[in-house]
């Protein structure tokens, strides 16, 4: 699977939002992605979740999914985009002065904005 910061940030504003993130058709190939996404997230700290799978191992629904208190600022700064290199500078500035314990989640969020991850 080839990580899609688009999706990324799909999945963030539908799980604040309290939409479901996985499809309805259970048995999809979008759903295993979708889930390989929401790992991924889980694995940054950005979102915590229970997931439900099929007896074949497909996740077919969350029993709890949520955002953690650094999700919700990542929400914040994707909101404050604008894509302007000056904004996404901004961004990277606070994101940096934000997490400075996770230098991984930094470069996951750096990414996203399309800028340079830290040395």
Same mark, same amino acid.
């Given at each position: 699977?080839?990580?899609?910061?688009?999706? +990324?940030?799909?999945?963030? &504003?539908?799980? !604040?939002?309290?939409?479901?993130?996985?499809?309805?058709?259970?048995?999809? !190939?979008?759903?295993? /992605?979708?889930?390989?996404?929401? !790992? +991924?997230?889980?694995?940054?700290?950005?979102? !915590?979740?229970?997931?439900?799978?099929?007896? @074949?191992?497909?996740?077919?629904?969350?029993? %709890?999914?949520?955002?953690?208190?650094?999700?919700?600022?990542?929400?914040?700064?994707?909101?404050?985009?604008?894509?302007?290199?000056?904004?996404?500078?901004?961004? %990277?500035?606070? +994101?940096?002065?934000?997490?400075?314990?996770?230098?991984? /989640?930094?470069?996951?969020? +750096?990414?996203? &904005?399309? @800028?340079?991850? %830290?040395?």
């Amino acid at each position: 699977m080839k990580r899609d910061p688009e999706l +990324l940030r799909e999945i963030l &504003f539908k799980i !604040e939002d309290d939409v479901d993130v996985l499809t309805q058709d259970m048995h999809t !190939e979008k759903n295993r /992605v979708i889930h390989g996404h929401v !790992e +991924l997230l889980e694995d940054d700290g950005l979102v !915590e979740c229970d997931p439900l799978h099929n007896i @074949a191992g497909v996740p077919i629904k969350y029993r %709890s999914i949520r955002l953690t208190s650094t999700g919700h600022d990542v929400l914040d700064a994707l909101r404050d985009d604008d894509g302007t290199p000056a904004m996404k500078e901004r961004i %990277s500035m606070r +994101l940096k002065a934000m997490l400075p314990y996770a230098p991984t /989640v930094v470069d996951l969020l +750096l990414k996203l &904005f399309g @800028a340079s991850p %830290s040395p």
